[in-house]
């Protein structure tokens, strides 16, 4: 099978490979400075405790080989069983095959193996997969915790074989014999596999075609190794959390391999925060071009697919059937995922100018001293094993507390999902989950406003508490808890910090802008007319406004060329953009070169605004393109990057990767939502008997008296760029008032239109709310 997005070219005396879908950012090597900081960067991944040792990794090749008897051994068996005559008994073969972080080689000590066995057509997935299999299994001393999910989106079997944590995957082949050398990157290995078996396969597909898709992998795992350590410490490492998981940062440093294919570790963690601060999201990170394939499989491709058109932050997986391996991101995290490139760019930029060391970048995000205001979400169950499956299934649907908060206030009322749990050691199964709040940044408010949400959190509870597996004592709690009100179970040891740590990065920046802010408010008062509004804050506000302008933006954007080359009715033709749209287009790109010395924030923010700028996929007459269109593709760069003209290179090579006539449809997040409740209800759903019979989720939401024995949630937030202030003084944990079902205020309000009243909205309440007392969940 030949990879897709490998190019050969002439060059020069020697013929060179072209990753990728567009030509190379830059084809300069290494200087001397780049081979010192990766010495110093490997130093400190090792003295991080990155790396499993010798002896670990023997253990683990062990264990992987015994597993691959095992279930060799488990196809005899079931084939005897199932009458198959004795030759195909005795050639009855399964196979084992690892991929993510394992398979990539950049997985660290005590990380789980994904593992993928690969069975014949008649070892089936619910009777032999996880019926005998699991029996074998749970009969083997070596094996522990052994915990089937055979109704996830991928089945898969969780299990430590002697202290190894496995999580077993199955796809089911039409083959009646599996060879020992089978190759699963081939397609037509898709061949009749059922949904579940493609989903499965993927994995393995997905990660053998980035190794393929990389010009080193040394200095790629390397680097990867280095970004999911940076993503872990920033608290920006969850894909079920609506950040981005092992595959996602995969395919994220792939592209930037790709685009500095001479590039030594240090300088593709530099050009990685350098692009992706300006990448103009929803514009799909790809290191291949989309395949059709022969199978009829979907693809993603938002032409036809309504929901790929929601998604905020493409990533997309090089292997058939091509997907979005990031559809959970939120304008919520991809607000904070934006701000993360933007600190890791500076911090690269200063680590240049010798301000700067890697210890700084990898500083740990302070969660706990970001906010003033937080969510704290409390479950528990009777025993271990319903804890377990309860932990889980809560964990997939946070993602939907946190749009349903920020649809129900218009994108006013902010949140932060911390990507962990915690537990008490005083009060086992039960454990918690945290959410930081705060107001939109740079946006006026009246004093005392509040966000009444404790609506939307007993939408949200009912949605949890409909879980098919639910049993008696899995319980969920939702309470408001202030900074100074954390419990101290959260922090390290059990002790909370006496003070935040002036040393940090994060904490001078804040400094910085506290005392920017001071001084703009001192010359406020001279009456020397600065303009309203501190800069920092209005910087503030441009990030924050990134993804929200675009899901505002759905007018001005190229229309979609139907398969017959026609444009969809009510859109304007290919070219004929909308005048706001194309000029800004134009003075974003024509303004590249003269914004020496702005942030990347400020290059960028014009280009996000406009959802007709992802690149190119389809062509004219419906069908997929080889690569990219781009504009005509620019000398690429010399060796000397650092210089400033360099950079302004980049940025114009980094526009260019980014341009073209693909459209986006960019959806409210009350449609994303909705659309992922409907899929949801449809699999995970209760009936309305079942739930009012035997769920906690008795109550109807609109039942006002119910709601106010449920300790539910109010959030104060102050004005300006800052965390609020003591809004709730000598008191915990909020208990709640009944909520008021009335319409927000239009005061603060964005001037977008008014979405279809189906379920009550939530007030923007800007008086004074009274604390309920002695109101328990």
Not at 115 to 123: K, M, Q, S
Not at 336 to 343: A, C, L, P, S, V
Not at 564 to 581: A, D, I, L, R
């Amino acid at each position: 099978m030949g990879s897709p997005g490998l190019i050969n070219r002439n060059n020069g005396h020697h013929q060179q490979q072209r990753l990728g879908i567009t030509e190379p950012i830059s084809l300069g090597g290494p200087t001397e400075y780049d081979v010192m900081k990766t010495r110093e960067l490997e130093k400190f991944l090792q003295d991080a405790g990155l790396y499993e040792s010798q002896e670990e990794a023997v253990s683990r090749e062990e264990v992987l080989g015994r597993l691959d008897q095992i279930v060799k051994n488990w196809v005899k068996v079931i084939s005897r069983a199932k009458g198959l005559n004795e030759q195909l008994v005795q050639e009855g073969n399964a196979k084992i095959f690892t991929f993510g972080s394992y398979r990539l080689g950049v997985h660290g000590p005590g990380a789980d193996i994904d593992t993928l066995c690969v069975g014949p057509r008649h070892a089936t997935r619910e009777e032999d997969f996880f019926g005998e299999l699991y029996r074998m299994l749970s009969e083997m001393p070596e094996v522990t915790e052994l915990h089937p999910v055979p109704d996830a989106h991928v089945p898969v079997m969780k299990f430590k074989f002697k202290g190894v944590s496995i999580d077993l995957l199955y796809a089911k082949l039409s083959l009646w014999v599996i060879p020992e050398d089978l190759d699963v990157s081939q397609d037509s290995i898709l061949h009749n596999a059922d949904e579940q078996t493609v989903r499965s396969l993927n994995g393995c597909r997905v990660t053998d075609q980035i190794l393929r898709l990389v010009p080193n992998i040394h200095h790629f795992r390397t680097t990867l190794r280095c970004m999911k350590f940076w993503a872990k410490r920033r608290g920006v490492y969850s894909n079920v959390s609506g950040f981005l998981g092992g595959i996602n940062w995969a395919l994220l440093v792939a592209r930037i391999c790709q685009l500095f294919p001479n590039a030594l570790p240090n300088m593709l963690v530099s050009r990685f925060f350098r692009v992706y601060t300006q990448w103009r999201w929803p514009n799909p990170v790809m290191l291949c071009a989309i395949e059709e394939g022969s199978l009829g499989l979907p693809i993603w491709d938002p032409r036809r697919n309504p929901k790929d058109r929601y998604h905020l932050m493409p990533i997309i997986t090089p292997a058939y059937p091509s997907m979005n391996s990031s559809y959970n991101v939120s304008s919520s995290t991809l607000r904070i995922m934006t701000g993360e490139f933007q600190r890791g760019n500076e911090i690269c930029e200063a680590m240049e100018a010798s301000k700067a060391e890697w210890d700084t970048l990898f500083e740990p995000f302070s969660f706990f001293e970001a906010y003033k205001n937080y969510l704290q979400i409390d479950i528990s169950a009777e025993n271990e094993d319903d804890l377990r499956q309860w932990k889980g299934w809560v964990e997939s649907r946070l993602r939907q507390l946190t749009l349903k908060i920020e649809r129900h206030t218009y994108n006013m009322l902010q949140c932060h999902p911390h990507p962990g749990k915690f537990s008490d050691e005083s009060t086992p199964l039960r454990c918690s989950y945290f959410m930081g709040l705060q107001r939109k940044q740079g946006v006026p408010a009246n004093d005392g406003e509040q966000f009444d949400i404790r609506i939307t959190v007993e939408e949200f509870k009912r949605t949890v508490n409909m879980y098919t597996l639910w049993k008696p004592g899995m319980e969920i709690r939702v309470t408001h808890v202030k900074r100074r009100n954390i419990p101290n179970f959260v922090f390290s040891g059990g002790v909370r910090p006496s003070r935040p740590s002036k040393a940090t990065w994060d904490f001078r920046r804040s400094s910085e802008a506290k005392i920017a802010n001071n001084s703009l408010a001192d010359k406020l008062s001279e009456g020397k007319g600065v303009p309203d509004g501190s800069d920092e804050g209005k910087k503030r506000k441009r990030i924050d406004d990134d993804t929200e302008n675009n899901l505002r933006n759905t007018k001005c954007f190229a229309a979609v060329p139907s398969s017959g080359g026609e444009v969809h009715e009510g859109s304007p033709s290919v070219g004929n953009v909308s005048s706001c749209s194309a000029q800004s287009d134009l003075v974003n790109i024509d303004s590249l070169g003269d914004l020496k010395g702005e942030k990347a924030e400020n290059n960028e923010t014009g280009s996000l605004n406009n959802s007709q700028n992802l690149a190119g996929i389809f062509s004219q007459n419906g069908e997929l393109d080889g690569m990219l269109r781009c504009n005509p593709p620019g000398k690429v760069l010399p060796a000397n990057n650092d210089t400033s003209s360099s950079k302004e290179a980049e940025k114009l090579a980094i526009d260019r990767i980014m341009s073209g006539p693909y459209v986006a449809h960019q959806a409210l997040p009350q449609e994303l939502d909705e659309l992922e409740d409907d899929f949801v209800c449809t699999n995970q759903g209760k009936d309305s008997e079942g739930a009012a019979k035997g769920s906690p989720a008795e109550s109807s939401l609109l039942n006002t008296a119910a709601v106010t024995n449920e300790s539910i949630v109010a959030v104060a937030c102050n004005n300006g760029a800052g965390p609020s202030t003591n809004l709730y003084p000598n008191v915990g944990l909020e208990e709640l008032e009944p909520a008021e079902l009335m319409a927000p205020l239009s005061s603060g309000i964005s001037s977008a239109p008014p979405l279809t009243q189906t379920k009550p909205l939530i007030r923007l309440n800007f008086t004074s709310l009274g604390k309920a007392a002695g109101k328990s969940t």
